[in-house]
């Protein structure tokens, strides 16, 4: 038997790799959780300067060639990696810097 009206589990929040989630329904003053947004400041991406959404993701190269030019970046591993020179090797070698982690 249901009585009117139907609650909902209330205060739910899930914590994953360190960041908890919750509704934002239940939680007004939580920043929104964003693709490239992952840190706790608010919601602010951990790669000032980065347009996240304008990388690819290895193993798709840049600019839709097999390898990486200098200066190009990749998303790797949770991670934006730059190119240090011409390479084909994975990110995270010597070929490449980190950038930031995301």
Do not use: F
Request: hydrophobic content about 30%.
């Amino acid at each position: 038997m249901y009585y009117m009206p139907i609650t909902n589990p209330t205060n739910i929040t899930i914590e994953k790799d360190g960041q908890r989630y919750a509704v934002k329904q239940e939680y007004p003053s939580l920043p929104p959780a964003l693709p490239g947004s992952t840190s706790q400041s608010g919601g602010e991406s951990q790669c000032p300067g980065v347009d996240i959404a304008s990388l690819s993701t290895y193993p798709n190269w840049p600019n839709g060639v097999n390898h990486a030019s200098g200066g190009d970046q990749l998303i790797y591993q949770e991670a934006v990696w730059e190119a240090k020179w011409w390479t084909q090797a994975a990110p995270g070698g010597q070929a490449w810097r980190q950038v930031c982690s995301l």
